[in-house]
Every structure is written in C-alpha cells, then in structure tokens.
C-alpha cells in the first residue's frame, strides 16, 4: 500500500521566516495530495492541496509543489505569523483505492514572535 | 452550520464497557470516514463508506463496528472497551466519485479508558 513519509517532525521559524515540510510518497498511481493543519486541540483542516497534473499551486502565502518524478511534494509558507503554529499533516490518496488517504505523521511548527 | 457533526465530545469510561460514538454530516458527501488519532497524533484510517456501502476497513479489532442507516450518518461502536483504545476518533466526509476528493473532519471524540 501506499506509504507517505513526511520531514522534519518538529520546525521552529522566527515570525516573518518562510517554513518548508516536505512528504515523499511510495506509490506512483497516487494522484491526489492535501496538506492539514490542526491547531491544538481541534480538527484537521484542508489548507491547500494539489492534483498530479499539476505541479505547482498557491494560496496567499502558502504553496505546494509536486515533483512526481521523484514522488515528493512541498508545502510552503511565507511571511509565517504566529497563529501558523500548529501540526501540518501530507496526505496522498492513490487511485482506485476507494478514497482512501495516507496521512505522514505531521510537522509541529512554531512560530516564535 | 456544521458541516460535520460528532458526539459525544468527550467520553470517558472503564475497561469492558461498550460505547457508541455519533456522526452526521450536512454537505450531501456520499463518503464518510473514521480516524484515529493516537496520541503520537498519528492520523490512520479505520473505515469508510459509501453510500451506505462499507468501502475500507483496515485493520482494526474486530470489537469496532460501524454502521451507517443513511448516507449522511456514520456511527462507530466499541465493545470490550481496553485501555489501548484511548485517542481521539474523528469522522470525516468528502464528495467522493468525480465530485472531489477533499475530506472535511468533525471536531473529535476524545475517548479515555481507565
């Protein structure tokens, strides 16, 4: 089955910094891939995401990029504020597998004023 | 309004007991979820429907049921709770087929097995 890691575990970014996660993803047949946040405490809610015809999409100031080649995608942001802080979960959802989604075991990023 | 709804909130129990877990969602989605959150906050699924159709069903004790009576109700029954079964589940909903892939959560049932 499908396998998502995601890197680094932990990021702390002075606010103003720009933030960088990065996933990589087993399966070539995944087609689908969205970033979560979940703030402490609350749900998980879809940020951005992507689709594999596309390698690039942003968002104000976050953004993902795709490389299929090399199975891994990116999420970005800049100008990172406080209220950035929490856990950022990648996910790839592989076709044909029932809309199943592979979440990476999340990022906890903190932004320090 | 809430899109997708869950209840109890918090649940808090002894081993051996039984307990149910509600969700409902109000976007039409015809695929409904369940996860668990461990406390490493690792997401994983659990199961899925389809409409009303069970579609995933991963490998969990066979002391999880889930049952949908219509397409926008998911519901989730644990028996023999153990202390292992202590996390957060949350339902989610998503379009499904050609209407989209994004999966909306409800807002976690924090369950505590002492």
């Known amino acids: 089955g499908e396998n998502v890691e995601q890197h680094p575990s932990t990021l702390s970014v002075q606010e103003g910094d720009s933030a960088v996660i990065k996933c990589t993803y087993s399966d070539s047949a995944s087609n689908y891939f969205p970033w979560y946040k979940q703030e402490l405490g609350k749900r998980p809610q879809l940020i951005i995401d992507i689709r594999s015809n596309v390698g690039e999409k942003k968002d104000q100031r976050i953004a993902v990029t795709l490389n299929k080649t090399a199975k891994h995608f990116s999420l970005h942001i800049t100008e990172t504020q406080p209220e950035d802080s929490a856990v950022y979960f990648c996910a790839a959802l592989r076709r044909g597998s029932n809309y199943k989604l592979t979440f990476g075991k999340g990022t906890l990023l903190t932004v320090n004023p | 309004d809430t899109a997708v709804s869950q209840t109890p909130k918090y649940l808090v129990t002894q081993m051996g007991n039984d307990k149910s877990i509600k969700c409902e969602q109000n976007?039409?989605?015809?695929?409904m979820y369940w996860y668990k959150q461990d406390s490493k906050k690792f997401l994983k699924i659990m199961f899925s429907y389809n409409n009303k159709e069970l579609i995933i069903n991963e490998t969990v004790p066979n002391r999880f049921s889930p049952k949908s009576p219509d397409k926008a109700h998911l519901n989730l029954h644990i028996n023999s709770l153990e202390l292992g079964d202590s996390a957060v589940y949350f339902c989610?909903?998503?379009?499904?087929?050609?209407?989209?892939?994004?999966?909306?959560f409800g807002p976690g049932t924090r369950l505590t097995v002492t």
């Open positions: 976007l039409g989605h015809d695929t």
């Open positions: 989610a909903s998503s379009p499904g087929g050609g209407a989209g892939y994004e999966q909306y």
